[in-house]
């Protein structure tokens, strides 16, 4: 892999982590667009890559949340009520995707980690933000704070966040949908859907990391891995700190536009064999 390739992936993942467009589906299009799916080893690799990488975007969130965090952390050890009752639900809704997660892992890699169900995520994600974008209820501008949560609305959203486990279905955007529809603002759907990212991209690329972080080392050194990391984190704070007054502003309508126009550029290049599909790992 080289730098340029490895700041392109980064910048990629920072930028569309928590935006609600799918960063696993924007980076196994960039991957395969850089040519890594030539080769199965380096298709595995950099799809390992990918998932590492994330990490710079939980280091943007701790420093744009460190208020929050630091909450939580009082609130762990017993000394916040909110922040006690917040890391509840956080780990509540965790729990599904901790759990169904290592086990459909090589099942998702298998049929899922190629273009075309990415498109197909990408287009059905669309089409249900332009429904709810465009729903009269469903904007955001009122309802619940993070703080009046319930611990059923938390358990909902953790269930929906399984979802996501299809590559270019987007976490954020499954679980921004399920807390918008659940009757939060658009500001604390946005921030639940963060932290509750802390703990399941964290333990994503810790996963990933123990189970191939040895051959994506092999494959491309850990140069590449460490210019990844730093271009995610830069990124995910400028797209962090835009998204939740453009998603107060705006909404999700924008974002269901722009899923739907990616999808139907890639299906189009795909259909007329411009670009040739990756067999899996």
């Known amino acids: 892999m080289q730098w340029w390739q490895a700041v392109i992936l980064g910048i990629v993942e920072g930028i569309t982590e928590y935006l609600p467009v799918s960063s696993t589906g924007h980076l196994i299009l960039t991957s395969w667009l850089m040519g890594f799916s030539r080769d199965p080893?380096?298709?595995?690799?950099?799809?390992?890559?990918?998932?590492?990488?994330?990490?710079?975007?939980?280091?943007?969130?701790?420093?744009?949340?460190?208020?929050?965090?630091?909450?939580?952390?009082?609130?762990?050890?017993?000394?916040?009520?909110?922040?006690?009752?917040?890391?509840?639900?956080?780990?509540?809704?965790?729990?599904?995707?901790?759990?169904?997660?290592?086990?459909?892992?090589?099942?998702?890699?298998?049929?899922?980690?190629?273009?075309?169900?990415v498109v197909i995520a990408l287009f059905a994600g669309g089409c249900v933000m332009l429904v709810i974008g465009y729903t009269p209820g469903y904007r955001g501008h009122t309802g619940h704070t993070i703080d009046n949560i319930s611990w059923q609305q938390a358990c909902i959203i953790g269930c929906s966040q399984c979802l996501a486990m299809w590559p270019g279905m987007s976490r954020s955007m499954v679980t921004i949908v399920a807390a918008l529809l659940l009757g939060l603002r658009a500001t604390a759907a946005a921030e639940f859907s963060f932290l509750l990212g802390l703990l399941t991209l964290g333990a994503a690329t810790a996963f990933k990391a123990m189970q191939g972080g040895g051959e994506m080392l092999r494959q491309f050194a850990a140069g590449p891995v460490l210019l990844g990391f730093a271009a995610a984190t830069i990124s995910a704070a400028l797209a962090v700190s835009w998204l939740v007054g453009f998603l107060n502003r705006r909404g999700v309508a924008p974002f269901g536009w722009y899923r739907l126009l990616v999808a139907l550029l890639f299906a189009l290049l795909l259909w007329l064999g411009a670009l040739a599909v990756p067999m899996p790992a």
């Open 41 to 117: 080893t380096q298709w595995q690799a950099a799809f390992t890559f990918n998932i590492v990488i994330q990490a710079g975007a939980i280091v943007a969130v701790l420093g744009l949340y460190r208020a929050r965090v630091q909450q939580m952390l009082r609130g762990f050890l017993g000394r916040d009520r909110s922040g006690k009752r917040l890391v509840g639900h956080l780990l509540l809704a965790f729990l599904p995707a901790a759990i169904l997660g290592p086990l459909l892992d090589d099942l998702i890699e298998s049929y899922l980690n190629g273009p075309w169900p």
